[in-house]
């Protein structure tokens, strides 16, 4: 059965910093994208970030490049979002999700129960 757990969410004011982490079993962890979406209240589910397992390449959502970095140990089965100079808009609850899909903003695939990030002004 594949799981994917995150952790690492919490509350933080303006401009902090906060990293989350994603621990995945069941599959076979480097063929697979892995990424992380957020949901913020009566919004849907919206793509942050995302790293490819054939080659390594990062992508991410406008409103985050230059903050969040996205990043992965397939010796661990882990996938990692750093978050630096948060903002109250980044409120949500962050989802890690894992699909062989080559779309990295794509809903399919697998999905984490998620973890509250909460950012305060």
């Known amino acids: 059965q594949v799981q994917l757990v995150e952790s690492g969410g919490g509350l933080v004011q303006a401009g902090g910093s906060l990293r989350l982490s994603c621990a995945a079993s069941g599959l076979t962890f480097s063929s697979y994208t892995m990424g992380w979406f957020r949901q913020a209240p009566g919004k849907d589910r919206r793509f942050v970030a995302a790293i490819s397992w054939s080659d390594g390449s990062t992508y991410y959502t406008d409103s985050v490049k230059g903050r969040f970095t996205i990043s992965r140990d397939n010796a661990k089965n882990t996938v990692s979002l750093q978050m630096n100079s948060l903002k109250p808009e980044d409120t949500a609850v962050y989802y890690c999700?894992?699909?062989?899909?080559?779309?990295?903003?794509?809903?399919?695939?697998?999905w984490g129960q998620g973890t509250q990030v909460t950012v305060s002004s």
């Open positions: 999700n894992a699909k062989k899909s080559t779309v990295p903003a794509g809903l399919g695939g697998y």
